[in-house]
C-alpha cells in the first residue's frame, strides 16, 4: 500500500521492482487488497502487450491512513 500511496498508479512490473518481492508473492498481495476494495485495476495494452495499472481506492486511502495514524499513536505510547 505505501508504494501506491506515494504514486499515483504502478503497473505489475514497477510494483514487483519497487518491493523486491517475487510474481506469485505480489499477486497473492494485490488479489487480497483488492478483495477488500483497497485497490483498484485499469488495463490496457502497450505496443500490443497487456498492462496492468494499480491504484490506492478512495476506501484504500482511508486505509491505509488510519493503519498510519495507529503505528504513530503506538510510537508515541513508546516515548
Known sequence: ????AVNDMLDFNLLK???N???GNLASHIKALEKEGF??????FIDR???TKYFMTKDGKQAFDDH???LQ??????K
Not at 485497490?39 to 490496457?44: F, G, H, L, Q, R
Request: glycine residues 0%.
Open 1 to 4: 500500500m505505501s508504494a501506491l
Open 17 to 19: 521492482e519497487y518491493l
Open 21 to 23: 518481492v517475487t510474481d
Open 39 to 44: 485497490i483498484d485495476i485499469e488495463k490496457s
Open 49 to 51: 502487450k497487456p498492462n
Open 68 to 70: 498510519l495514524k495507529a
Open 73 to 78: 499513536k503506538l510510537i508515541e505510547l513508546q
